[in-house]
């Protein structure tokens, strides 16, 4: 019975290595050729790692990828830094990874074993948080924005402006964010402040006198997406800062739309770094991995599964037109012309102590 | 020295022994990690020793001190609003109602609230205050008025009304433990004397509840100083309580110290106000003990 089983394990280890061999042509194995490390742990969160996205990987290369889910990439960097932590990669986003850089737990990757990286999306060739002293870190794999969003039949028509956060028309009907001092950014971007993560003294003020004068206007401010979605869908609100997921309210036929507003969208993505403690072998599968998720399987998993949008170019070509058009993601530039990239603030504690005077007021 | 003096002496030895678990326990969970907040409060984000936090609190700007009283008093309202209900529920229940499968089954309803847990209770009165929620939707029906009514939802009242609901049995059961076991012969006697059965209430059975009260009071108003849920869910923009605020400090700001801080002077200034709530029912209680407030004509007048 043992022997029948090892056995089996070699035949299925004999079959993905053919497998891998003859799918050696794919865009997305390139990387994964060189992979020899038999597992590797990814810290991400559990929306990017459902196992049927992993899964092809694992099939083609014959590296399991383990996961070390989290909510907030903060969790992760505090083992990391503690050492010992196990965590080869790990999924950052452009509102964090500068902290994680600073804290020293991220690596440069090669990117000749990232060929797919190429393929990204032109938009983000530029943008901070993926390059550090010249050296790249990270390859962005999911990207979205947050705009406002309101409902359209009580909102009388299309908005544009996000002045409409800030209108007596829609006095006791609008709500704002209550995280990551993001209304305090939508305030920065109204009044048309250019730096709004680094403001200085008197534009952090000017932002917080708006932000206390809009009070009697706001409904209440959400804590999480869900809240968000609960409001628009009861009609408590009718205009919004929000997220993606609010859109999700339109398969209820409840009319819900995204606006790209003239002062421009949040832009954020997430992106994967290799930690510190990927060396060798396990870092070459670490490569071939975030190969992997810039291919075209991958991301066109996600968008299915999860509903996220891929950067990747060549996943945006394999998906089906009806994913195409339900994730919007035809023409980025709708999306990212003049946005606003959501970084870290440079004085967290300034802008804490800014959000909560307007709290407290 | 008899021998059931020593037997009892010799008890109160193992009584005592028998406590020190409890005591070293208190030590170690209550006592240490408030004495490490309380230093804690005491330093600055560098670990520095520093005031700073708490002259922070003087700076009206920051609102911080706006929360602080906010907080007191809402806990007052609320323990006042939890009064107004728990105590002629209480009443009804321990002197009223003579079948104990009806008494048994109002504990139970109430007690059964509890089961759905705050989140619930605290959610379900948007469908109630909501713009298309009971109260806006009956209205408009009755046409008594044409729109929707925002501020029922989103604010202090929407906010005190769930803290109440979710806290106000607690002050019930205490009251209604207090009054059960007041017997009814002392009562009857009181009717017997001439007293009405509001003179009777006022003057006999609320003195003798006083400590299930008071209990109970304390009961209502401590968790009322730690809410975060009715807050934030119903409290809308203006109502923020010291709870979010400590939250706030340590979870996103991370902020330690000034969070330490915020928790000691919450606690400091609770403590105090509970003190005063005390001593002010306290007072009332045995006002109406010597003037009957059914009547208004002191005792010693009749």
């Known amino acids: ?361 | 020295m008899s021998a059931g003096l020593v037997k009892n002496a010799r008890g109160s030895g193992w009584i005592t022994a028998a406590a020190l678990p409890w005591l070293a326990s208190l030590l170690v969970f209550f006592a240490l990690p408030l004495a490490g907040l309380a230093a804690l409060s005491l330093t600055d984000q560098s670990g520095q020793v520093s005031l700073a936090n708490y002259a922070s609190l003087a700076d009206l700007a920051s609102g911080r001190l706006d929360v602080l009283l906010r907080t007191l008093r809402i806990g007052v309202i609320v323990i006042i609003a939890s009064l107004c209900i728990a105590l002629p529920v209480a009443y009804y229940l321990a002197k009223v109602v003579q079948s104990p499968r009806i008494e048994s089954l109002i504990l139970l309803l109430v007690s059964a609230t509890f089961l759905a847990g705050p989140l619930v209770r605290t959610v379900s009165w948007r469908g109630i205050l909501g713009v298309h929620g009971l109260i806006n939707e009956s209205l408009l029906q009755l046409g008594l008025i044409s729109e929707p009514i925002l501020s029922l939802l989103y604010g202090e009242l929407a906010m005190t009304l769930a803290l109440t609901y979710n806290v106000f049995p607690f002050l019930l059961f205490t009251t209604y433990l207090s009054m059960k076991v007041i017997d009814d012969r002392i009562i009857a006697a009181a009717r017997d004397l001439g007293a009405s059965p509001a003179a009777a209430f006022f003057r006999v059975v609320l003195p003798l509840a006083a400590p299930g009260v008071v209990t109970g009071a304390v009961l209502v108003f401590v968790p009322t100083l730690s809410a975060v849920l009715e807050p934030e869910i119903l409290g809308g923009t203006s109502s923020r309580l010291m709870a979010t605020a400590i939250r706030d400090q340590f979870f996103h700001a991370h902020n330690w110290p000034l969070g330490a801080t915020l928790t000691v002077v919450l606690i400091v200034s609770g403590t105090i106000t509970l003190m005063l709530v005390a001593l002010v029912t306290s007072l009332a209680l045995r006002a109406c003990s010597h003037y009957g407030l059914s009547t208004g004509v002191p005792s010693h007048a009749k």
């Not at chain 1, 790990?90 to 509102?95: E, H, R």
Request: hydrophobic share 45%; with cysteine.
């Open chain 1, 1 to 361: 019975m043992l022997n029948m089983r090892l056995n089996r394990r070699k035949l299925i280890r004999s079959a993905s290595m053919g497998a891998m061999v003859t799918a050696v042509g794919r865009h997305w194995t390139r990387g994964a050729s060189a992979a020899a490390a038999g597992e590797i742990v990814w810290g991400t969160n559990e929306a990017y790692a459902r196992p049927d996205m992993l899964a092809p990987f694992t099939k083609v290369s014959g590296t399991q990828v383990k996961t070390e889910l989290f909510s907030d990439p903060a969790e992760v960097v505090t083992k990391l830094k503690a050492g010992g932590a196990g965590v080869h990669m790990l999924v950052d986003g452009c509102y964090h990874v500068n902290l994680s850089y600073a804290d020293g737990v991220l690596q440069p990757i090669d990117v000749a074993n990232v060929p797919n990286a190429a393929k990204v999306l032109d938009e983000f060739k530029d943008v901070e948080g993926l390059s550090f002293d010249g050296k790249v870190y990270g390859v962005p794999i999911v990207w979205g924005t947050n705009s406002m969003v309101y409902r359209a039949k009580e909102a009388g028509g299309e908005l544009t402006d996000i002045g409409a956060l800030f209108d007596k028309q829609f006095a006791g009907r609008i709500s704002m964010p209550n995280g990551l001092f993001e209304s305090l950014i939508v305030g920065a971007m109204y009044l048309g402040i250019k730096k709004p993560f680094v403001m200085t003294k008197d534009e952090m003020n000017s932002v917080v006198d708006l932000l206390i004068k809009q009070k009697p206007l706001v409904r209440t401010y959400w804590n999480d997406i869900g809240d968000l979605k609960n409001l628009m869908a009861t009609g408590e609100v009718v205009v919004g800062w929000g997220w993606q997921p609010v859109m999700e309210l339109r398969k209820q036929d409840i009319d819900i739309r995204w606006a790209h507003p003239k002062q421009g969208e949040l832009a954020w993505y997430d992106a994967n770094y290799l930690t510190k403690e990927a060396d060798g072998d396990v870092k070459a599968s670490c490569e071939a991995f975030t190969n992997y998720l810039v291919g075209d399987t991958y991301g066109r998993i996600l968008g299915e599964d999860a509903g996220y949008r891929t950067t990747s170019k060549l996943a945006i070509a394999a998906m089906p037109e009806d994913l195409q058009k339900k994730l919007d993601i035809n023409n980025p530039a709708a999306f990212l012309k003049g946005a606003t990239w959501f970084l870290n603030p440079a004085d967290p504690p300034a802008y804490q102590a800014a959000w909560d005077r307007v709290l407290n007021a």
